[in-house]
């Protein structure tokens, strides 16, 4: 699948530009965005480790080569250290979103490092963000309202608390990826602006990254 645009771009179109894990994730999140103002961007494989290749290397590797055009911000300059004129961008923000485990974790870490070493104005200027896609919905027999959990610690800590209430019938569902995330829910958490978690990247984040996947 390849990169799917929208109608506005520029500064101020409120363009958003999401970064997801895989043809599945994107066929997901092309059914529920607002083509207006929502480009979708599959990501084929884990991104490559910007912080170990050389600038040769990042250059040449298909998602960067994407991201890049898609963007129209260029890399930083390897041997004048010019950054890319971010007044350029085609869109107000990128959001990075990936599965809800332990590959998705890595992958939007390894993205972080991206930003930072060779689009860094984007992370400055607070213009990069991660959604958080719900790990487990928990429901109850005698309530329609259903709970998102975004981890196992999390999902306990709800259904203790429901227990604690008398709730009956707890029922947990664990998402395996995005793909398998229902439309409605896919929709509200993850994708549209009013209701969707997402948490705006700073440097700290990227250097935290660093320090738990190394460099």
């Known amino acids: 699948m390849k990169f799917e645009d929208c109608v506005l771009h520029g500064v101020g179109s409120g363009g958003e530009l999401f970064i997801v894990e895989g043809d599945s994730a994107s066929g997901s999140v092309l059914n529920v965005r607002n083509p207006q103002t929502q480009a979708v961007l599959p990501m084929q494989g884990k991104p490559l480790n910007a912080m170990k290749a050389s600038g040769d290397k990042v250059a040449e590797f298909g998602l960067y080569q994407q991201l890049v055009a898609a963007l129209g911000v260029p890399l930083i300059d390897p ?14 923000r990128v959001l990075l979103l990936f599965d809800p485990d332990a590959d998705g974790i890595h992958c939007g870490a390894l993205m972080l490092m991206f930003f930072y070493r060779w689009m860094r104005p984007m992370l400055d200027a ?19 309202q259903t709970f998102h959990a975004y981890s196992p610690e999390h999902a306990g800590r709800i259904m203790s608390e429901l227990k604690r209430r008398g709730a009956t019938e707890i029922k947990s569902h664990h998402h395996r990826g995005l793909a398998s995330i229902d439309p409605k829910l896919l929709a509200s958490a993850c994708v549209h602006p009013e209701t969707r978690k997402a948490d705006v990247m700073t440097v700290k984040d990227a250097e935290d990254a660093m320090h738990v996947f190394g460099t």
């Open 79 to 92: 041997e004048t250290g010019e950054l890319g004129d971010i007044r350029k961008a085609r869109f107000d």
């Open 126 to 144: 607070g213009r990069v963000s991660m959604i958080r896609p719900p790990l487990f919905v928990i429901s109850t027999a005698d309530s329609e």
